[in-house]
Nanobody
Framework: QLQASGGGLVQPGGSLRLSCTAS????????SAWFRQAPGKEREAVLC????????DYADSVKGRFAISRDSAKNTVYLQMNSLKPEDTAIYFC????????????????WGQGTQVTVSS
């Protein structure tokens, strides 16, 4: 089970850190990814960290602003979001599945419940 948290309302240019804590599985054995779904759009993969710790960016729009990390001791994956823009407004989902990173939802075995991020002045 994955529990996502940390969403909220933030002004443009602000920062948020999302957390995704797992229970019943050990995240360091699997890849973990963040997806997001903006209003009226399909869900898209944002960032992924593999079991080995390598990271992959899937969304060009967040490169240089978002970063994914994992704290194995806490069995938690983080999404650090900086320089937030209104277009980052979405529901953010954490997910885990294979050991390697993949943007495909079909490779996800477990989803978190989603946390709302709203970027607005």
């Amino acid at each position: 089970q994955l529990q996502a948290s940390g969403g909220g309302l933030v002004q443009p240019g602000g920062s948020l850190r999302l957390s995704c804590t797992a229970s019943g599985l050990t995240l360091r054995y699997y890849s973990s990814a963040w997806f997001r779904q903006a209003p009226g759009k399909e869900r898209e993969a944002v960032l992924c960290i593999s079991a080995s710790g390598s990271t992959t960016d899937y969304a060009d729009s967040v490169k240089g602003r978002f970063a994914i990390s994992r704290d194995s001791a806490k069995n938690t994956v983080y999404l650090q979001m900086n320089s937030l823009k209104p277009e980052d407004t979405a529901i953010y989902f954490c997910a885990t599945g294979r050991a390697y990173c993949s943007p495909l939802e079909s490779h996800v075995d477990y989803w978190g419940q989603g946390t709302q991020v709203t970027v607005s002045s």
